[in-house]
């Protein structure tokens, strides 16, 4: 069971990053009809990473049906997003925005 939530849960962070991603090119496309633009700061970006994670991981929880299985659910997710490969994505998704300002 661990292994289904892992692959899940890679799947689940790496949308969220894509998320983000559209979420900042958009903010860029509305924003060039107007004033300057100013390019998002790594919390911010990593702020609205987390939003869309937290709200694919609450989906998720709410599709398992036991406490238990929540619980292992809830472990691995915790463990998944403190990695350094999941840090290193954020921080690349992050660069490759910049490099689009």
């Known amino acids: 069971m661990q292994y289904e939530f892992d692959e ?4 689940a962070i790496h949308k969220s990053v894509r998320a983000a991603i559209r979420h900042f090119k958009r903010q860029k496309l509305a924003q060039e009809s107007g004033s300057p633009q100013r390019p998002p700061t ?3 970006f990593a702020s609205v990473v987390d ?16 406490p238990g ?19 290193r994505q ?12």
């Open 8 to 11: 899940k849960i890679d799947e």
């Open 42 to 44: 790594y919390e911010e």
């Open 51 to 66: 939003q869309f994670m937290e709200v694919s991981r609450r989906a998720d929880m709410n599709k398992l049906r036991t």
């Open 69 to 87: 299985l929540r619980d292992l659910f809830e472990r691995a997710w915790a463990q998944r997003v403190r990695t350094y490969s999941t840090q």
């Open 90 to 101: 954020f921080r690349d998704a992050y660069e490759a925005i910049m490099r689009r300002y």
